[in-house]
């Protein structure tokens, strides 16, 4: 971890010199461990952590707000017990020998991981006077068998995140947290900016074998273009261990789906990642300019909608319809509780549906959805809206 703060001084040194307001820092920079049994005995508190503590002393001297991705420790066990050969971020494919029995040494190897408890995948903000004011961990872990790549099993060692946190202000704007795997799931990212996120962070360690075909540029784009948001995605490059390397290839995308600055992905000869540098480690550098964001968003108003789904129990029937603000008599404000918008849906469409409302109920989840039920039509009407 120490040679990994180093690099990070550097990357903030780079930063200050190129006049950057943020820096932007990958997922598990702190270390990639080796084994699930080294990557639990290296996790620290985030108050106690040497590397957290060095990184809050760059940003308080630097005045420059950074967000890196570090472990903690968690509080779940283990969930198999074959967990400590699996990598937190990848590993060996089985604690069994060629038989299908498990041999001596993995049956130590899991007696020890009984122990051993789970880590967070955590992202934090430090503001530009050294403080720690945002803490996201993790929500979609990565467990996949990859074809020419190793089996991932990222559950069994790392502790799943509870929710989307609410977008945080930072001199770019307003930021929405997530890392990695999180990529794949398009709803997150709606939900970051219907809240009025205008930047989204995915901090990554992302696999050689799902780089090169495509994935990473092509979802980074689709979570740019489908939120109108700026995408960050500072990423992992080379060998970390004899076990993994990571794809590299550090993106800046714009709201509108152009590339704003890029760093290279990692090739296996690459001398850079075999010699240490002035190129190595990099930094891209790219103007977050949220006047573009709300011109995107004004030249193709995706935000202002609000999408529905009935749901009618009696019929098995889904019936899909949308209602744009812009077709209501009254001009919804985002910032109106959900029962001011009912009201003023009910008033504006004049549909008898909206009209029988009886109560409207706030639902705990991710996506803050809420429903309305009517007790005349026995439906439910979804309504998803940004939140204060």
């Not at 709803?187 to 996120?197: F, N, Y």
């Not at 004899?242 to 992905?265: E, F, H, N, Q, T």
Request: aromatic share 6%; charged share 20%.
């Amino acid at each position: 971890m120490a040679h990994n703060l180093q690099l990070c001084r550097e990357l903030v040194s780079k930063a200050v010199d190129a006049g950057a307001k943020a820096l932007f820092l990958p997922e598990a920079t702190d270390y990639i461990a080796s084994s699930a049994e080294e990557s639990s005995a290296l996790a620290q508190p985030l108050r106690t952590s040497l590397f957290v503590q060095g990184i809050r002393e760059e940003a308080r001297k630097s005045r420059l707000g950074i967000s890196v991705g570090v472990h903690e420790p968690g509080e779940e066990p283990f969930g198999s017990t074959d967990s400590a050969v699996e990598n937190a971020i990848g590993g060996p494919r089985s604690a069994k020998d060629s038989t299908g029995n498990e041999n001596s040494s993995a049956a130590s190897t899991q007696a020890e991981a009984s122990k051993l408890k789970k880590v967070k995948n955590t992202l934090i903000w430090i503001d530009q006077a050294g403080t720690v004011t945002n803490e996201y961990n993790k929500l979609h872990l990565f467990d996949v068998d990859i074809e020419g790549g190793p089996v991932i099993r990222e559950s069994r060692s790392t502790e799943k995140g509870a929710k989307i946190l609410p977008p945080y202000r930072t001199p770019i704007g307003q930021v929405g947290s997530l890392i990695c795997f999180d990529l794949r799931f398009p709803q997150p990212s709606i939900s970051l900016s219907h809240q009025g996120a205008t930047t989204l962070l995915y901090p990554s360690a992302f696999s050689i074998p799902t780089g090169r075909a495509g994935h990473w540029d092509t979802l980074l784009k689709a979570r740019a273009i489908e939120s109108q948001c700026f995408v960050i995605a500072a990423a992992q490059a080379g060998h970390h261990n004899d076990k993994r390397a990571s794809y590299g290839g550090s993106m800046i995308i714009g709201p509108w789906g152009d590339v704003k600055a890029k760093l290279p992905v990692f090739e296996e000869n690459n001398a850079d990642e075999q010699q240490h540098g002035n190129a190595w480690p990099s930094i891209a550098v790219a103007d977050i300019d949220v006047q573009e964001v709300e011109s995107v968003r004004q030249r193709m108003p995706l935000l202002p909608r609000i999408y529905f789904e009935v749901i009618s129990p009696p019929e098995k029937t889904h019936v899909a319809f949308k209602i744009s603000t812009m077709l209501l008599r009254e001009p919804i404000d985002p910032f109106d509780t959900i029962g001011d918008i009912a009201r003023t849906m009910i008033r504006s469409a004049r549909n008898p549906f909206l009209s029988t409302v009886a109560s409207v109920t706030a639902l705990p989840t991710p996506t803050r959805e809420t429903v309305i039920r009517s007790p005349s039509r026995n439906g439910l009407l979804v309504c998803t809206r940004k939140q204060r």
